[in-house]
C-alpha cells in the first residue's frame, strides 16, 4: 500500500471516528429513517473521500465542511426521492383506482419535499427539527447553538417561502 493510499484511508478513518456519530445522529433527525440514514453518511463519507482535497482548514473545520457535504446528500436524495414520487404518481394516474386519495397525498407530499428541499439551507433546517423532528424552538435553539428569536425568525421566513412555493405549485390556494 502506497503512502498516498495510506493518508488517505487514515483520513476517512479519521473523519468516520471523530464526525460519524454526530452525521448519524444528523441524518436520522433529517430522513426520519435509520437505514437511509447509514447510507447518507456513507454516501457523505464516500464524497469527502473523493473530494478531500478539496478541504480547506481556512474555510472551515472538518465538521462544518462534512456537514455541508451532508446537507448537500441530503438535499440530493430528497429530489431524487421526489421525482420517483410524482413518477409514480403520474403513472398510477393514468389507471384509475379506487385509492386516488392515496397518490394525491403522496404528489401532496412530494411537492413538499420539493418545496422545502428549495428553502436556504438555515429555513429548511428549523422548518425539519421542528416538524419531523418535533423539536420545540427552545430545543432547536440549543441545538444549533442560536438564540430563540434568530429561530423563530427563521421558521417565519421559511415559512411564508413555503407557503408562496405551494401557492405555486397549486398544493394550496
Same mark, same amino acid.
Given at each position: ?33 435509520? +437505514? ?7 454516501? $457523505?463519507? $464516500? ?12 474555510? +472551515? ?26 413518477? $409514480? ?59 430563540? +428569536?434568530? $429561530? ?17 405549485? +397549486?398544493?394550496?390556494?
Amino acid at each position: 500500500m502506497g503512502a498516498m493510499q495510506e493518508a488517505t484511508e487514515v483520513f476517512i478513518r479519521d473523519l468516520s471516528r471523530d464526525h460519524g456519530p454526530a452525521l448519524l445522529a444528523w441524518a436520522r433527525r433529517r430522513l426520519g429513517n435509520d +437505514g437511509a440514514a447509514e447510507e447518507l453518511v456513507q454516501d $457523505v463519507l $464516500v464524497r469527502a473521500w473523493r473530494h478531500q482535497d478539496q478541504f480547506d482548514p481556512a474555510r +472551515g473545520s472538518e465538521r462544518q465542511w462534512l456537514f455541508g457535504i451532508a446537507r448537500n446528500a441530503a438535499v440530493d436524495r430528497q429530489r431524487a426521492d421526489g421525482r420517483r414520487l410524482r413518477l $409514480v404518481g403520474a403513472q398510477r394516474a393514468e389507471r384509475p383506482t379506487p385509492d386516488d386519495g392515496g397518490i394525491e397525498q403522496v404528489a401532496e407530499r412530494s411537492l413538499i419535499a420539493e418545496a422545502l428541499a428549495g428553502l436556504p439551507d438555515r429555513h429548511r433546517e428549523v422548518v425539519t427539527d421542528a416538524y419531523y423532528g418535533g423539536l420545540s424552538v427552545r430545543e432547536i435553539a440549543a441545538r444549533l447553538g442560536l438564540p430563540e +428569536g434568530t $429561530v423563530k425568525s427563521r421558521m417565519f421566513y421559511a415559512m411564508r417561502a413555503l407557503r408562496a412555493a405551494l401557492e405555486e405549485k +397549486g398544493v394550496l390556494s
